[in-house]
């Protein structure tokens, strides 16, 4: 009789035990999703290094946020048809034929270059701050009038084609740690520069939410890692040696800014 109840209070135990285990394991990405990552260089991860051979001029990278995502998950099919260079315009008639009714998770990072970050980049970097603040003044116009109807033109195509996908808008770093001694552009310049891609990634998300889907803010993750910080730097800095990595992440960026947010948000 007493070794009865003790092998009842002990299955009990256990039980209870395995319970608390099984509420305490934090929910994991599932390794039955259909995986397809979208948009232009920052999700193509130009910057990062080790270009596979079949994405030729669109630099997708081994070590780009989605990259990492599907070799740590394990999804159960993973493509990437980001491109370094694409617009809005560009992911809807060339990308979004990689999606299906059987596309599970999404990710995009897309709408910079619809306001012309790298020659905004350029024009700063040539030709003083005058003109660099009149450049970024010009793109937070265009980006306030037509970005938005932009992102959703896109963002209803996601739908329209992968109808039960999960789906991660990822924003877009801010470039500068504001209030240190830099070399290179002025202070006023750099204030401008993060002011504009700030209301990229505002705009973003709002148009992420009202098509009801989530959005990867990557801004406080790169903080301390931005250019002009005084840690290590996630981001490139002006390479004229070779250009087209200039302000994007690198390797440790992607690994270190980009991917952990994702995957909090894809999960």
Known sequence: MQRSRLATITLSMVATLVATLTLATPAQAAPSDHYVALGDSYSSGVGAGSYTAESGSCKRSTKAYPALYA???????YRSVACSGATTTSVVNTQLGALSATTTLVSVTVGGNDVGFANIMTTCVLYGTTNCV????????????E???????VYNGIRNRAPS?????????????LGTTCVGL??????KINEGINLVNDITRSAAVAAGFAFADVRSQFVGHQLCSYGTKWLHALNIANIGVSYHPTAAGQSGG????????AD
């Open 258 to 265: 980009y991917y952990p947010v994702f995957r909090s948000a």
């Open 147 to 153: 970005l938005a109807t932009m992102l959703r033109n």
């Open 165 to 177: 996908a999960r789906v991660v808008v990822v924003g877009y770093p801010v470039f500068y740690q």
């Open 71 to 77: 070799a740590d998950v394990r999804p159960a099919s």
């Open 134 to 145: 009149a450049a970024v003044q010009a793109a937070e116009d265009k980006a306030r009038a």
């Open 186 to 191: 002025s202070a006023t310049s750099r204030a």
